[in-house]
């Protein structure tokens, strides 16, 4: 894996896990497993030295200035008149300004202070906090859970949600950045999702989500988001081009939920398939289905010059525009308990 440069970044005016002081210089090479792990309600920006990820700045904070951050997602950099606010051009502001209801029963300011308190909420082992509306929380809504009490028919018997819970905390959302060699900036190539299988950090994903075209230059990086929030860097382990299979590396500071590889002699057709992934950046997205055929020749498909089998499922996965196989059908490479699948990539 190519070497980036070591982040010492410069402190922002909260607490910032990692950040050194701005009069500190970056060192010749980064070593990513020096970077903390940092747990930020806003999210994660690359810090100054395009090695470490910090916490990007939280709404009010101020931006505009060449030694100011970037905003986090989903918000912007607005400027403000002269005077207002000393020393700045302009405060970081959430792009969708209106208010929203969660599913706590809580009315949240706008959909960014509601992204916040999702972090916190998984962060701390809760559960996490959906929109259930726009506007405030009223009549029912307001000061109560919308979630569905346990003794429900709803919640008892829909077996797929209890499928997504148990394995989404091992599901990762995976982006690939290069740092452009003129101007220093982080451009972004691609991303996907992978899910963990070993508890010290080791996840499973496709080799076309974490590797760069010959004609792409400038030093990768590659970025992992658990699902409670947490991000780390990651290095390439192994990469398997004609299985489209890849590993990838991360340093936790805890132990890791993982998912098991199933074995794809045990399918059968007309099982349901769980299939959770990033498409064009969505993290967190769920689609279902079935397994169409467990035994596809890659002939019968099309692809020159294979000796794979494919399982066919009918569960939504979007096109990828890396592999000739994911343009009609998904490759499963997760089998989870007996009669449901999860699906990694784009």
Do not use: W
């Amino acid at each position: 894996m190519q070497l980036l440069f070591v982040a010492l970044a410069f402190v922002f005016t909260h607490d910032l896990t990692g950040a050194v002081r701005s009069d500190s210089k970056c060192a010749a090479q980064c070593d990513a497993s020096l970077c903390p792990s940092p747990r930020c309600p806003g999210g994660y920006i690359p810090d100054r030295c395009n090695c470490c990820l910090v916490c990007s700045p939280r709404e009010g904070d101020p931006c505009g200035r060449k030694t100011d951050p970037s905003c986090g997602d989903g918000m912007e950099c607005k400027l403000l008149a002269a005077g207002k606010r000393r020393g700045s051009r302009g405060i970081c502001r959430c792009k969708m300004d209106h208010q929203v209801c969660g599913s706590d029963g809580r009315t949240y300011g706008n959909v960014c202070k509601m992204r916040a308190a999702n972090r916190k909420a998984l962060q701390k082992g809760r559960d996490g906090i959906r929109q259930a509306h726009k506007g405030a929380c009223t009549g029912v809504s307001a000061g109560s859970s919308l979630v569905h009490p346990n003794s429900s028919a709803r919640y008892k018997f829909n077996f797929i949600a209890d499928v997504v819970e148990k394995i989404a905390p091992a599901v990762v959302h995976i982006e690939l950045f290069i740092r452009h060699p003129l101007f220093g900036r982080h451009m972004h190539l691609s991303s996907g999702s992978g899910f963990i299988v070993t508890h010290s950090g080791v996840i499973v994903t496709n080799a076309h989500v974490v590797t760069t075209a010959a004609t792409v230059t400038g030093r990768p990086q590659l970025r992992v988001q658990l699902h409670d929030g947490d991000a780390y860097e990651a290095a390439v382990r192994d990469v398997d081009r004609k299985a489209d299979i890849a590993t990838i590396k991360v340093n936790p500071q805890k132990k890791l939920p993982v998912l098991s590889l199933g074995r794809s002699a045990d399918l059968r057709p007309g099982e349901f398939v769980v299939a959770i992934g990033s498409p064009f950046a969505l993290q967190n997205t769920v689609t279902t289905g079935i397994v169409s055929t467990a035994q596809r020749d890659g002939k019968e498909l099309g692809i020159k010059d294979s000796d794979m089998d494919y399982i066919q499922t009918d569960a939504i996965i979007n096109v990828s525009s890396h592999t000739q196989c994911a343009q009609q059908y998904s490759t499963t490479i997760c089998h989870y308990c007996l009669d449901t699948c999860s699906t990694s990539g784009t």
